[in-house]
T-cell receptor, first 111, second 114 residues
Framework: ELKVEQNPLFLSMQEGKNYTIYCNYS?????LYWYRQDPGKSLESLFV?????AVKQEGRLMASLDTKARLSTLHITAAVHDLSATYFC???????????FGKGTSLLVTP | NAGVTQTPKFQVLKTGQSMTLQCAQD?????MYWYRQDPGMGLRLIYY???????DKGEVPNGYNVSRLNKREFSLRLESAAPSQTSVYFC?????????????FGSGTRLTVV
């Protein structure tokens, strides 16, 4: 059974601080996705990481992938309130089609 | 706008009633998926269809059936709704090749079974 584990599940941070969300998975995959979800909304694609060592950045968010360690990170730099949302990582295993999701990290950025 | 369209957006059912959730995509994607989202559980795969004419069970298929009507449409049916099926349901589609590896999600159907 494929497991995708995110931590932390809840994160409250002050504006201006840095933090990292971790995503571990239990099967071989070279394809990892990060999504953002606002309350009552659908999923918004943030990053698609397609190979070992891939790093992508958009604004204050940077994602990386280490397929050997089966680990992806989402780093938040100088957080602002607008980043408050739930962030999901999702893995597509080499042997399948569908994405397998972590439970999500609920991020609250406070003044 | 191109994308995945789900109907209805909201629905309240009584226990034992049946209903079909509709999903259509206009991106010519081969693969389509149904997920449910429950608080603290992330998204869990109910069924998927890798291509027109094929369907397969996901992690939580019990109580559901699906139909891949054609390449565009993938419906999810609850034959006898139960309170445990209260959830938000998302349909998604995907395509691969030519550097495209994206999954597109619909806006969701919020279902309450009383």
């Amino acid at each position: 059974e494929l497991k995708v584990e995110q931590n932390p599940l809840f994160l409250s941070m002050q504006e201006g601080k840095n933090y990292t969300i971790y995503c571990n998975y239990s099967t071989t995959s070279d394809r990892l996705y990060w999504y953002r979800q606002d309350p009552g909304k659908s999923l918004e694609s943030l990053f698609v990481l397609l190979s070992n060592g891939a790093v992508k950045q958009e604004g204050r968010l940077m994602a990386s992938l280490d397929t050997k360690a089966r680990l992806s990170t989402l780093h938040i730099t100088a957080a602002v309130h607008d980043l408050s949302a739930t962030y999901f990582c999702a893995v597509r295993p080499d042997s399948g089609y569908a994405l397998n999701f972590g439970k999500g990290t609920s991020l609250l950025v406070t003044p | 706008n191109a994308g995945v369209t789900q109907t209805p957006k909201f629905q309240v059912l009584k226990t034992g009633q049946s209903m079909t959730l509709q999903c259509a995509q206009d991106m010519n994607h081969n693969s389509m998926y149904w997920y449910r989202q429950d608080p603290g559980m992330g998204l869990r795969l109910i069924y998927y269809s890798a291509s027109e004419g094929t369907t397969d069970k996901g992690e939580v298929p019990n109580g559901y059936n699906v139909s891949r009507l054609n390449k565009r449409e993938f419906s999810l049916r609850l034959e006898s709704a139960a309170p445990s099926q209260t959830s938000v349901y998302f349909c998604a589609s995907s395509e691969e090749g030519q550097g495209i590896y994206g999954y597109t999600f619909g806006s969701g159907t919020r279902l309450t079974v009383v």
